[in-house]
């Protein structure tokens, strides 16, 4: 952790177009923070940033014995339950910078699929499929959505993190901290199709960095309704809860408001 914050502090240094992005999001986001705290908060974000690098080598290479030693769970009987209904589970994640611990911790708890982004660079696509597909049943890419549902019929639980900037069929402009976000709203269509219930799912960095504490909700009730954009703001309204307490470890540094009715990250706004 403490070379994870020093390659951030460089990132931070360096990285001009990032820093100015998180800048505006913070500002966006949290607004009653004073300028001295947002700033201070987006420094300790570039540490975050750093530590999940090296928590991605962890991640992707380390032993299963080495992770339960840094995990611990919360709400594990949640999970269980869920899968004793035979439907699979659909674990509702986002993106803080814990993201790839979140994903391999719940690999610890038994067979588990991840669906992911992939990323535009070929080589860095690949690289990130090997890694995540170690430890996985199935790293299902975004435009494999009939694997996503097949793994949930064979009652496992998928890691899903819908909370990027959508602007496909499925997506709806829903407020996010109270600015307008282009979402993914598709998790109301997956839930009603599977009939798979919907665990929001959070890791944690530890402050004392002894590791990690790993959040599974209840399942959402009453959803699917029918109103997928009330849906996504339900989920939206967890995201923010579980920002505030700890807020350097969600990504604040990705354009998550360009293309909502505007686009706050020009340069002459």
Same mark, same amino acid.
């Given at each position: 952790?403490?070379?994870?914050?020093?390659?951030?502090?460089?990132?931070?240094?360096?990285?001009?177009?990032?820093?100015?992005?998180?800048?505006?999001?913070?500002?966006?986001?949290?607004?009653?923070?004073?300028?001295?705290?947002?700033?201070?908060?987006?420094?300790?974000?570039?540490?975050?940033?750093?530590?999940?690098?090296?928590?991605?080598?962890? $991640? +992707?290479? #380390?032993? @299963? &014995? /080495?992770?339960?030693?840094?995990?611990?769970?919360?709400?594990?009987?949640?999970? %269980?339950? !869920?899968?004793?209904?035979?439907?699979?589970?659909?674990?509702?994640?986002?993106?803080?910078?814990?993201?790839?611990?979140?994903?391999?911790?719940?690999?610890?708890?038994?067979?588990?699929?991840?669906?992911?982004?992939?990323?535009?660079?070929?080589?860095?696509?690949?690289?990130?499929?090997?890694?995540?597909?170690?430890?996985?049943?199935?790293?299902?890419?975004?435009?494999?959505?009939?694997?996503?549902?097949?793994?949930?019929?064979?009652?496992?639980? $998928? +890691?899903? #993190?819908? @909370? &990027? /900037?959508?602007?496909?069929?499925?997506?709806?402009?829903?407020?996010?901290?109270? %600015?307008? !976000?282009?979402?993914?709203?598709?998790?109301?269509?997956?839930?009603?199709?599977?009939?798979?219930?919907?665990?929001?799912?959070?890791?944690?960095?530890?402050?004392?960095?002894?590791?990690?504490?790993?959040?599974?909700?209840?399942?959402?009730?009453?959803?699917?309704?029918?109103?997928?954009?009330?849906?996504?703001?339900?989920?939206?309204?967890?995201?923010?809860?579980?920002?505030?307490?700890?807020?350097?470890?969600?990504?604040?540094?990705?354009?998550?408001?360009?293309? #909502?009715?505007?686009?706050?990250?020009?340069?002459?706004?």
């Amino acid at each position: 952790m403490l070379a994870g914050r020093a390659l951030g502090l460089l990132a931070y240094l360096f990285s001009r177009r990032d820093r100015r992005v998180a800048r505006i999001n913070v500002a966006l986001c949290l607004p009653e923070l004073p300028e001295k705290e947002r700033l201070r908060l987006v420094r300790r974000h570039f540490g975050a940033l750093g530590c999940a690098v090296f928590e991605t080598g962890m $991640v +992707w290479w #380390a032993s @299963d &014995q /080495r992770l339960r030693g840094l995990i611990r769970f919360e709400g594990v009987e949640h999970l %269980q339950a !869920a899968l004793a209904h035979g439907k699979g589970a659909l674990m509702l994640s986002a993106h803080f910078t814990t993201l790839e611990m979140g994903a391999r911790a719940l690999t610890l708890l038994g067979p588990t699929s991840i669906m992911y982004l992939t990323p535009r660079n070929p080589l860095i696509a690949e690289f990130a499929r090997r890694g995540r597909a170690r430890h996985t049943v199935q790293a299902i890419t975004s435009e494999q959505i009939r694997d996503l549902l097949q793994n949930l019929k064979n009652n496992l639980p $998928v +890691w899903y #993190a819908p @909370d &990027q /900037r959508f602007t496909d069929k499925n997506s709806a402009i829903v407020p996010l901290f109270g %600015q307008p !976000a282009s979402s993914n709203v598709a998790t109301s269509r997956l839930a009603k199709i599977s009939g798979a219930p919907v665990l929001p799912y959070f890791p944690e960095r530890r402050a004392d960095n002894r590791g990690y504490i790993v959040h599974i909700h209840p399942p959402f009730e009453n959803f699917p309704s029918n109103d997928p954009i009330a849906d996504t703001r339900r989920f939206h309204e967890l995201i923010e809860a579980h920002v505030h307490p700890h807020p350097e470890q969600y990504l604040w540094a990705y354009k998550r408001f360009k293309g #909502a009715g505007g686009d706050p990250y020009r340069k002459d706004v």
